[in-house]
C-alpha cells in the first residue's frame, strides 16, 4: 500500500524567496515519486520525477526536489519564486517500474505575492 | 507533442440522466488511460485502469455499473456516469500512458468538472 502526505494545503510566499513544499510518502515497495503542478483550468504537467537513479532530482522551470530515504521525503524547492509559479502542486507516488496507477497527495495551493 | 484533451470541460446535468467524458490522446497511442476523481480540497482518487480492447479495472469501492468505461481505440477512452446524483459532482481527470514512452509516461486531461442538480 502507498500513501502521500503533503504537508501544509496551502503556502504563501513573496516573489524571489525560497519555495519549499513538503511531501512525504509512504511505499511498501521502493517507490517513484513525482511532482505535479497544475494550473487554473488546465491538466497536469509533470514538474520531475524520481526512479531509483540520482536522490537530488532536477525538473522544469527551476523546480527540484531531494529524495531522502530515511526521512520517506521527496520535498520540493524553488530558490526564488516567481509570479508564473502561482498554481497547485500534487507529490505522487508509483511503485514498481511503470507509471502505472499513483497516488496523489492532498495537494499544496502556492501563492506568490510581488 | 503528448497532448490528452478531454471532453467536455464542464457539464451540468439533472439527476437521473447520464454523462458522458471523453479522453483521447491527440498525437500518441495510449494503451492504457487511468481515470481519477478530485474532490473539492482533497486527493485525486484513481477509480479505474481503462485498458484498449479490454475491460477495465476498477479500483475497490468504485461502482462499475456507476462508472461505465470504454477504451475502444489506441486514442480514445470515455466515462459514462450513469444515472448521475448530485454526490457524483466531482473533478474528473483522466491520464494516458504514452506507449513510445520509457515506462509508458503519463500525461494527463485538462479535467471535467461535473455539477448534477
Known amino acids: 500500500a502507498q500513501s502521500v502526505t503533503q504537508l501544509g494545503s496551502h503556502v504563501s510566499v513573496s516573489e524571489g524567496a525560497l519555495v519549499l513544499l513538503r511531501c512525504n510518502y509512504s511505499?511498501?515497495?521502493?517507490?517513484?515519486l513525482f511532482w505535479y503542478v497544475q494550473y487554473p483550468n488546465q491538466g497536469l504537467q509533470l514538474l520531475l520525477k524520481?526512479?531509483?537513479?540520482?536522490?537530488l532530482v532536477k525538473g522544469i522551470n527551476g523546480f527540484e526536489a531531494e529524495f531522502k530515504k530515511s526521512e520517506t521525503s521527496f520535498h520540493l524547492t524553488k530558490p526564488s519564486a516567481h509570479m508564473s509559479d502561482a498554481a497547485e502542486y500534487f507529490c505522487a507516488v508509483g511503485a514498481g517500474t511503470s507509471y502505472g496507477k499513483l497516488t496523489f497527495g492532498q495537494g499544496t495551493i502556492l501563492t506568490v505575492h510581488p | 507533442g503528448a497532448v490528452v484533451s478531454q471532453h467536455p470541460s464542464r457539464v451540468i446535468c439533472k439527476s437521473g440522466t447520464s454523462v458522458k467524458i471523453e479522453c483521447r490522446s491527440l498525437d500518441f497511442q495510449a494503451t492504457t488511460m487511468f481515470w481519477y476523481r478530485q474532490f473539492p480540497k482533497q486527493s485525486l482518487m484513481l477509480m479505474a485502469t481503462?485498458?484498449?480492447?479490454?475491460?477495465?479495472?476498477?479500483e475497490q469501492g468504485v461502482e462499475k455499473d456507476k462508472f461505465l468505461i470504454n477504451h475502444a481505440s489506441l486514442t480514445l477512452s470515455t466515462l459514462t456516469v450513469t444515472s448521475a446524483h448530485p454526490e457524483d459532482s466531482s473533478f474528473y481527470i483522466c491520464s494516458a500512458s504514452h506507449s513510445g514512452r520509457a515506462n509508458g509516461e503519463l500525461f494527463f486531461g485538462e479535467g471535467s468538472r461535473l455539477t448534477v442538480l
Open positions: 511505499s511498501s515497495v521502493p517507490p517513484y
Open positions: 524520481y526512479t531509483s537513479a540520482a536522490t
Open positions: 481503462s485498458n484498449e480492447g479490454s475491460k477495465a479495472t476498477y
